[in-house]
């Protein structure tokens, strides 16, 4: 009954900080996962054809994966401009991916250009990104 209770520090400020480079490195990889499926998406549109559908969900599912581990690591503490811009672009290349997906729900192969800004804006994020990894 004396003695108080001892406050338990889950991790020290390098420990957090080493957690919040692991999910960066994570978030990378699965950026890169799904970047080589959107490049089989992207090469299905580019000759005419619906893209698969398995490969679109698991596109869609690694990229939202990999936002939201984006987020974990903003949430986590004071995030460095590029990986604030890195999150808004790569959010921004998400929403033209439902608009892509839009096109595939209707069964019709989405616009050509639509693809590749999709693709330009997701490849200046995830760069983006990994220049924190580099830097």
Known sequence: MGNPPHRIECCSLHQRANRGNDMLLYAILVFAIA????????SSVLRGKLAPWAISLLHALLGASGLVLL???VLQGAAPA???????LLVLAALGGFFLASFHLRKQVAPKAVVLVHAGVAVAGFLTLLSLLLA
Do not use: P
């Open 71 to 73: 987020i974990l690591v």
């Open 35 to 42: 970047a080589i499926g959107g490049l089989v998406l992207a």
């Open 82 to 88: 590029r990986l604030t811009a890195a999150l808004a």
